[in-house]
Protein backbone atom coordinates (compact mmCIF):
# COMPACT_ATOMS: atom_id res chain seq x y z
CA UNK A 1 0.00 0.00 0.00
CA UNK A 2 1.36 3.15 -0.64
CA UNK A 3 2.02 6.07 1.27
CA UNK A 4 -0.70 8.06 -0.47
CA UNK A 5 -3.53 5.71 0.74
CA UNK A 6 -2.79 5.16 3.82
CA UNK A 7 -2.80 8.78 4.67
CA UNK A 8 -6.48 8.50 2.74
CA UNK A 9 -7.32 5.73 5.60
CA UNK A 10 -5.75 7.51 8.46
CA UNK A 11 -7.58 10.51 7.59
CA UNK A 12 -11.23 8.92 7.05
CA UNK A 13 -10.33 7.12 10.19
CA UNK A 14 -9.29 10.39 11.97
CA UNK A 15 -12.23 12.05 10.99
CA UNK A 16 -14.67 9.33 12.08
CA UNK A 17 -12.86 9.07 15.30
CA UNK A 18 -13.09 12.82 15.79
CA UNK A 19 -16.83 12.78 15.29
CA UNK A 20 -17.07 9.40 17.53
CA UNK A 21 -14.97 11.04 19.84
CA UNK A 22 -16.74 14.86 19.91
CA UNK A 23 -20.11 12.57 21.08
CA UNK A 24 -18.80 10.97 23.52
CA UNK A 25 -17.00 13.90 25.62
CA UNK A 26 -19.91 15.79 25.05
CA UNK A 27 -21.63 12.93 27.63
CA UNK A 28 -18.72 13.23 29.95
CA UNK A 29 -19.50 15.10 33.31
CA UNK A 30 -17.39 18.62 32.57
CA UNK A 31 -15.12 17.31 35.43
CA UNK A 32 -14.16 14.33 32.80
CA UNK A 33 -14.21 16.41 29.66
CA UNK A 34 -11.02 17.71 30.24
CA UNK A 35 -9.08 14.78 30.98
CA UNK A 36 -10.96 12.91 27.95
CA UNK A 37 -9.54 15.97 25.34
CA UNK A 38 -6.39 15.70 26.61
CA UNK A 39 -5.34 12.48 26.09
CA UNK A 40 -7.55 12.31 22.53
CA UNK A 41 -5.18 15.16 21.36
CA UNK A 42 -2.13 12.88 23.02
CA UNK A 43 -3.50 10.25 21.07
CA UNK A 44 -3.82 11.66 17.47
CA UNK A 45 -0.26 13.08 18.14
CA UNK A 46 0.95 9.42 18.50
CA UNK A 47 -1.19 8.71 15.48
CA UNK A 48 0.60 11.24 13.48
CA UNK A 49 4.17 9.85 14.92
CA UNK A 50 3.15 6.57 13.65
CA UNK A 51 2.33 7.67 10.08
CA UNK A 52 5.46 9.84 9.66
CA UNK A 53 7.53 6.52 11.01
CA UNK A 54 5.79 4.92 8.25
CA UNK A 55 7.13 7.07 5.42
CA UNK A 56 10.30 7.54 6.66
CA UNK A 57 10.81 3.55 7.21
CA UNK A 58 9.32 2.98 3.70
CA UNK A 59 11.42 0.50 1.39
CA UNK A 60 13.91 0.05 4.38
CA UNK A 61 14.81 -3.47 5.21
CA UNK A 62 12.47 -5.46 7.98
CA UNK A 63 15.38 -5.95 9.73
CA UNK A 64 15.23 -2.46 10.03
CA UNK A 65 11.77 -1.63 9.86
CA UNK A 66 10.30 -3.78 12.67
CA UNK A 67 12.66 -3.41 15.61
CA UNK A 68 11.72 0.53 14.79
CA UNK A 69 8.16 0.49 14.52
CA UNK A 70 7.97 -1.62 17.89
CA UNK A 71 10.01 0.68 19.48
CA UNK A 72 7.96 3.89 18.51
CA UNK A 73 4.92 2.17 19.07
CA UNK A 74 6.49 1.03 22.75
CA UNK A 75 7.38 4.56 23.49
CA UNK A 76 4.09 6.16 21.99
CA UNK A 77 2.06 3.63 24.42
CA UNK A 78 3.82 4.72 26.95
CA UNK A 79 3.31 8.29 26.25
CA UNK A 80 -0.26 7.72 26.33
CA UNK A 81 -0.36 5.76 29.56
CA UNK A 82 1.50 8.08 31.44
CA UNK A 83 -0.21 11.26 30.39
CA UNK A 84 -3.52 9.57 31.80
CA UNK A 85 -2.22 8.75 34.96
CA UNK A 86 -0.82 12.32 35.43
CA UNK A 87 -4.33 13.46 34.57
CA UNK A 88 -6.09 11.23 36.19
CA UNK A 89 -4.08 11.17 39.20
CA UNK A 90 -4.27 14.93 39.14
CA UNK A 91 -8.18 14.67 39.49
CA UNK A 92 -8.58 12.32 41.59
CA UNK A 93 -6.30 13.95 44.22
CA UNK A 94 -8.08 16.98 44.26
CA UNK A 95 -11.77 17.01 42.14
CA UNK A 96 -13.10 20.02 42.51
CA UNK A 97 -16.43 19.73 44.21
CA UNK A 98 -19.46 22.41 45.24
CA UNK A 99 -23.03 22.02 46.72
CA UNK A 100 -25.29 24.21 45.24
CA UNK A 101 -28.19 22.71 47.55
CA UNK A 102 -25.91 22.97 50.90
CA UNK A 103 -24.88 26.49 49.81
CA UNK A 104 -28.52 27.94 48.96
CA UNK A 105 -29.28 26.90 52.64
CA UNK A 106 -26.36 28.45 54.16
CA UNK A 107 -27.82 31.68 52.26
CA UNK A 108 -30.87 31.32 53.97
CA UNK A 109 -29.40 31.41 57.26
CA UNK A 110 -28.11 34.73 58.22
CA UNK A 111 -26.63 35.66 61.46
CA UNK A 112 -25.91 31.40 62.22
CA UNK A 113 -23.19 31.85 59.32
CA UNK A 114 -21.68 34.40 57.32
CA UNK A 115 -20.26 34.04 53.52
CA UNK A 116 -16.21 35.08 53.10
CA UNK A 117 -16.48 36.75 49.68
CA UNK A 118 -12.73 37.97 49.63
CA UNK A 119 -10.57 38.58 46.64
CA UNK A 120 -9.71 34.67 45.40
CA UNK A 121 -11.19 33.38 48.93
CA UNK A 122 -14.53 32.06 49.07
CA UNK A 123 -16.17 30.18 51.90
CA UNK A 124 -17.93 30.42 55.64
CA UNK A 125 -17.64 31.17 59.10
CA UNK A 126 -19.63 30.05 62.34
CA UNK A 127 -19.71 33.10 64.44
CA UNK A 128 -18.94 31.28 68.08
CA UNK A 129 -21.79 30.92 69.90
CA UNK A 130 -20.52 30.93 73.13
CA UNK A 131 -18.90 34.91 72.53
CA UNK A 132 -20.42 38.09 72.13
CA UNK A 133 -20.76 39.54 69.04
CA UNK A 134 -17.25 42.06 68.75
CA UNK A 135 -15.45 40.15 71.54
CA UNK A 136 -12.08 38.79 70.64
CA UNK A 137 -12.05 35.13 70.03
CA UNK A 138 -9.54 32.55 69.18
CA UNK A 139 -10.47 30.59 65.58
CA UNK A 140 -10.50 27.17 63.75
CA UNK A 141 -8.97 27.62 60.55
CA UNK A 142 -9.69 24.56 58.95
CA UNK A 143 -8.60 22.74 55.78
CA UNK A 144 -10.68 19.86 54.50
CA UNK A 145 -10.71 16.74 52.59
CA UNK A 146 -10.21 16.48 48.75
CA UNK A 147 -13.97 15.57 48.53
CA UNK A 148 -14.54 18.36 50.50
CA UNK A 149 -16.22 22.19 49.46
CA UNK A 150 -16.77 24.70 51.87
CA UNK A 151 -20.69 24.40 51.73
CA UNK A 152 -20.90 20.83 52.39
CA UNK A 153 -18.78 20.53 55.30
CA UNK A 154 -20.62 23.36 56.89
CA UNK A 155 -23.95 22.54 56.34
CA UNK A 156 -23.21 19.36 57.52
CA UNK A 157 -21.47 20.60 61.01
CA UNK A 158 -24.53 22.84 61.80
CA UNK A 159 -26.86 20.14 61.08
CA UNK A 160 -25.27 17.85 63.31
CA UNK A 161 -24.92 18.24 67.35
CA UNK A 162 -21.71 16.31 67.77
CA UNK A 163 -20.26 19.19 65.89
CA UNK A 164 -21.05 22.11 67.96
CA UNK A 165 -18.06 21.98 70.03
CA UNK A 166 -15.86 23.23 66.96
CA UNK A 167 -17.57 26.85 67.08
CA UNK A 168 -18.79 27.02 70.64
CA UNK A 169 -15.92 29.22 72.27
CA UNK A 170 -14.26 29.21 68.78
CA UNK A 171 -14.61 31.07 65.51
CA UNK A 172 -14.94 28.43 62.83
CA UNK A 173 -13.48 28.75 59.19
CA UNK A 174 -13.52 26.95 56.11
CA UNK A 175 -12.42 28.78 52.54
CA UNK A 176 -12.58 26.31 49.60
CA UNK A 177 -9.23 25.08 47.46
CA UNK A 178 -8.78 26.64 43.91
CA UNK A 179 -11.51 25.06 41.72
CA UNK A 180 -13.59 24.11 45.09
CA UNK A 181 -16.85 25.95 45.27
CA UNK A 182 -16.78 29.39 44.46
CA UNK A 183 -12.72 29.73 44.01
CA UNK A 184 -12.25 29.44 40.22
CA UNK A 185 -8.44 29.83 40.55
CA UNK A 186 -6.65 27.73 38.82
CA UNK A 187 -5.36 24.69 41.12
CA UNK A 188 -1.80 23.93 40.97
CA UNK A 189 0.58 22.97 44.06
CA UNK A 190 1.68 26.50 43.52
CA UNK A 191 -1.69 27.88 44.14
CA UNK A 192 -2.89 25.65 46.53
CA UNK A 193 0.03 26.57 49.11
CA UNK A 194 -0.82 30.64 48.11
CA UNK A 195 -4.11 29.93 48.79
CA UNK A 196 -3.26 28.94 52.50
CA UNK A 197 -1.42 32.20 52.70
CA UNK A 198 -4.36 34.57 51.40
CA UNK A 199 -6.73 32.35 53.67
CA UNK A 200 -4.46 33.07 56.74
CA UNK A 201 -3.71 36.57 56.10
CA UNK A 202 -7.55 37.01 56.14
CA UNK A 203 -8.47 35.33 59.28
CA UNK A 204 -5.86 37.07 61.03
CA UNK A 205 -6.58 40.20 60.20
CA UNK A 206 -9.91 40.06 61.61
CA UNK A 207 -10.03 42.60 64.83
CA UNK A 208 -12.20 39.40 66.27
CA UNK A 209 -9.46 37.41 65.89
CA UNK A 210 -7.27 36.16 69.12
CA UNK A 211 -5.29 33.13 68.12
CA UNK A 212 -5.39 30.20 65.39
CA UNK A 213 -5.49 26.72 65.62
CA UNK A 214 -5.47 24.73 62.37
CA UNK A 215 -7.45 21.56 61.49
CA UNK A 216 -6.61 19.77 58.80
CA UNK A 217 -8.29 15.89 57.85
CA UNK A 218 -7.02 13.87 54.84
CA UNK A 219 -5.60 15.81 52.17
CA UNK A 220 -5.65 19.23 53.96
CA UNK A 221 -2.85 17.98 56.12
CA UNK A 222 -0.34 19.21 53.42
CA UNK A 223 -1.46 22.53 53.02
CA UNK A 224 -1.74 22.97 56.36
CA UNK A 225 1.99 21.94 57.32
CA UNK A 226 2.92 24.10 54.58
CA UNK A 227 1.52 26.96 55.82
CA UNK A 228 2.53 26.83 59.67
CA UNK A 229 6.21 25.94 58.70
CA UNK A 230 6.42 29.59 57.32
CA UNK A 231 8.69 32.45 58.96
CA UNK A 232 5.97 35.03 59.16
CA UNK A 233 2.51 32.45 60.20
CA UNK A 234 1.57 32.36 63.91
CA UNK A 235 0.16 29.63 64.43
CA UNK A 236 -1.15 28.47 68.18
CA UNK A 237 -1.55 24.69 67.33
CA UNK A 238 -2.57 22.22 64.80
CA UNK A 239 -4.70 19.42 65.01
CA UNK A 240 -4.03 17.04 61.77
CA UNK A 241 -6.79 14.11 61.34
CA UNK A 242 -5.29 11.55 59.27
CA UNK A 243 -2.12 13.06 58.07
CA UNK A 244 0.33 11.71 55.23
CA UNK A 245 4.03 12.04 54.93
CA UNK A 246 4.12 13.12 51.18
CA UNK A 247 2.04 13.17 48.39
CA UNK A 248 3.61 9.88 46.73
CA UNK A 249 2.24 8.17 49.66
CA UNK A 250 -1.46 9.12 49.32
CA UNK A 251 -0.92 8.10 45.47
CA UNK A 252 0.96 4.69 45.78
CA UNK A 253 -1.59 4.19 48.59
CA UNK A 254 -4.26 3.94 45.50
CA UNK A 255 -1.69 2.39 42.84
CA UNK A 256 1.90 0.91 43.77
CA UNK A 257 4.06 1.96 41.09
CA UNK A 258 5.08 5.55 42.24
CA UNK A 259 8.61 5.14 42.39
CA UNK A 260 11.95 6.08 40.43
CA UNK A 261 11.18 7.49 37.17
CA UNK A 262 7.48 7.08 37.71
CA UNK A 263 7.02 9.53 40.80
CA UNK A 264 7.56 12.35 37.94
CA UNK A 265 3.65 11.36 37.44
CA UNK A 266 2.08 12.33 40.36
CA UNK A 267 0.93 15.82 39.68
CA UNK A 268 1.03 17.32 43.50
CA UNK A 269 4.03 16.03 45.37
CA UNK A 270 2.35 17.88 48.43
CA UNK A 271 5.72 16.64 51.15
CA UNK A 272 4.27 17.52 53.92
CA UNK A 273 7.45 15.50 55.92
CA UNK A 274 9.63 18.70 54.41
CA UNK A 275 7.55 21.49 56.03
CA UNK A 276 7.32 19.58 59.58
CA UNK A 277 10.97 20.28 60.41
CA UNK A 278 10.16 23.74 60.80
CA UNK A 279 6.75 23.74 62.61
CA UNK A 280 7.27 25.10 65.98
CA UNK A 281 3.61 24.89 67.24
CA UNK A 282 2.33 22.21 69.28
CA UNK A 283 0.96 19.81 67.02
CA UNK A 284 -1.85 16.64 67.54
CA UNK A 285 -1.79 14.22 64.70
CA UNK A 286 -4.39 11.95 65.14
CA UNK A 287 -4.63 8.48 63.18
CA UNK A 288 -6.39 5.03 62.51
CA UNK A 289 -4.81 1.88 61.99
CA UNK A 290 -7.64 0.92 59.92
CA UNK A 291 -7.77 3.89 57.73
CA UNK A 292 -8.10 2.88 53.94
CA UNK A 293 -6.85 5.83 52.60
CA UNK A 294 -4.29 7.36 54.49
CA UNK A 295 -1.59 4.47 55.68
CA UNK A 296 -1.21 4.59 59.20
CA UNK A 297 2.98 3.79 58.63
CA UNK A 298 2.93 7.30 56.52
CA UNK A 299 1.19 9.20 59.40
CA UNK A 300 3.92 7.59 62.36
CA UNK A 301 6.44 8.82 59.41
CA UNK A 302 5.62 12.37 59.04
CA UNK A 303 5.44 12.52 63.04
CA UNK A 304 8.83 11.32 63.16
CA UNK A 305 9.67 14.44 60.82
CA UNK A 306 9.04 16.74 63.44
CA UNK A 307 11.78 18.87 65.15
CA UNK A 308 10.03 21.57 66.88
CA UNK A 309 7.37 22.65 69.43
CA UNK A 310 5.56 19.69 71.63
CA UNK A 311 3.48 16.88 69.68
CA UNK A 312 1.13 14.31 70.44
CA UNK A 313 0.72 11.44 68.06
CA UNK A 314 -3.22 9.56 69.11
CA UNK A 315 -3.84 6.35 67.62
CA UNK A 316 -7.28 5.29 67.02
CA UNK A 317 -8.58 2.30 66.07
CA UNK A 318 -11.77 0.75 64.13
CA UNK A 319 -11.87 4.22 62.15
CA UNK A 320 -12.16 4.35 58.64
CA UNK A 321 -11.29 7.34 56.32
CA UNK A 322 -14.73 9.08 55.90
CA UNK A 323 -15.72 8.31 59.73
CA UNK A 324 -13.19 10.89 61.55
CA UNK A 325 -15.70 13.29 62.31
CA UNK A 326 -18.44 10.60 64.01
CA UNK A 327 -15.72 8.54 65.85
CA UNK A 328 -16.31 9.38 69.53
CA UNK A 329 -12.48 8.34 70.07
CA UNK A 330 -11.46 11.51 67.90
CA UNK A 331 -13.77 14.05 68.54
CA UNK A 332 -12.69 13.13 72.33
CA UNK A 333 -9.09 13.61 71.13
CA UNK A 334 -10.23 16.79 69.26
CA UNK A 335 -11.58 18.17 72.99
CA UNK A 336 -8.87 17.53 74.13
CA UNK A 337 -6.59 19.61 72.26
CA UNK A 338 -8.85 22.62 72.17
CA UNK A 339 -9.92 22.41 75.93
CA UNK A 340 -5.59 22.39 76.67
CA UNK A 341 -4.95 25.53 74.09
Known amino acids: MTFGKRMKIALIGAVIASLAGSLFVLLLSESARMLTIISLIVAVAVLGLVLVAQFILEGKPAKVRVPVFILIIVLSVCTVLSVALYNIGKKITFPGTSDEEAYEELCDMEGVVVQIDEGNLSGWRIPATAVAEGEPRPVILYFGGNGENSSHRVENMLSNEKSSYL ?62 SQDDVNIDSMIMLAPYNSGYDLYNANLNIFYGPL ?10 YKYAADVECPVTMIASTDDEVIPYESSRNLFSSLSGGAANFVTVEGVLHNDFFSSPDVINAIRNCLEAA
Open 167 to 228: YENYDFFFMDYPSYGDNDTELTEDSLYQFTLDAYNYVSSLDTTSGITLLSYSIGNGPAMYLA
Open 263 to 272: RLLVAFKLPS
